[in-house]
Antibody, heavy 120, light 107 residues
Framework: EVQLVESGGGLEQPGGSLRLSCAAS????????MSWVRQAPGKGLEWVSG????????YYADSVKGRFTISRDNSKDTLHLQMNSLRVEDTAVYYC?????????????WGRGTLVTGSS | DIQMTQSPSSLSASVGDRVTISCRAS??????LAWYQQKPGKVPKLLIY???TLQSGVPSRFIGSGSGTDFTLTISSLQPEDVATYYC?????????FGPGTKVDIK
């Protein structure tokens, strides 16, 4: 059974940093691309960042480029999102998501999400 | 970047009605289009991928169609458990943009 479990969310002041992690199990982690998707309170889904199965290709939404860094450790089946220079508008539930291919594709599994609040 | 739009933004229909949601890409994306269902307070769920392929376990009343820039999600007979927000997403390359969503309620 595929499981994605996020951790690391919390309350952080604007300008601060947080590091999200996602522990994956139940599938060959290094084979599949992974993404982070966020959802602000009462709003729609926003794709934030993605990384290929090997980690060699990395992508960001313009809204987080230069502030967030995605990475993966295929030896530990773990995905990370380093969030720097946090803004109030980064407040959202952040979902870890497995994609169906090595570089792209639909999201076939989602974690339960972790809440990030950027507020003083 | 390719933009995704959806219409309508919300709709209300009766149980048993046929419901249609549209999704449009600002550039051709082939059939690299997925549909998700998100019930209130729940995690999104994949319904359809490759524009028209039903994800395993999804009821056959959900039908996806289209290619290129124009796509449609049809619920052939609306059920009470279909109350949710539906999102389309382009899947052919980054950014993997979602549409703004369509909220479906029961009349």
């Amino acid at each position: 059974e595929v499981q994605l479990v996020e951790s690391g969310g919390g309350l952080e002041q604007p300008g601060g940093s947080l590091r999200l992690s996602c522990a994956a199990s139940g599938f060959s982690f290094s084979t599949y691309a992974m993404s982070w998707v966020r959802q602000a309170p009462g709003k729609g889904l926003e794709w934030v960042s993605g990384i290929s199965g090997s980690g060699g290709s990395i992508y960001y939404a313009d809204s987080v480029k230069g502030r967030f860094t995605i990475s993966r450790d295929n030896s530990k089946d773990t995905l990370h999102l380093q969030m720097n220079s946090l803004r109030v508008e980064d407040t959202a539930v952040y979902y870890c998501a497995k994609m169906s291919g090595s570089y792209y594709g639909e999201i076939d599994y989602w974690g339960r999400g972790t809440l990030v609040t950027g507020s003083s | 970047d390719i933009q995704m739009t959806q219409s309508p933004s919300s709709l209300s229909a009766s149980v048993g009605d046929r419901v249609t949601i549209s999704c449009r890409a600002s550039q051709v994306i082939g059939n690299y289009l997925a549909w998700y269902q998100q019930k209130p307070g729940k995690v999104p769920k994949l319904l359809i991928y490759a524009a028209s392929t039903l994800q395993s376990g999804v009821p056959s009343r959900f039908i996806g169609s289209g290619s290129g820039t124009d796509f449609t999600l049809t619920i052939s007979s609306l059920q009470p458990e279909d109350v949710a927000t539906y999102y389309c997403q382009k899947c052919n390359g980054a950014p993997f943009t979602f549409g703004p969503g369509t909220k479906v309620d029961i009349k």
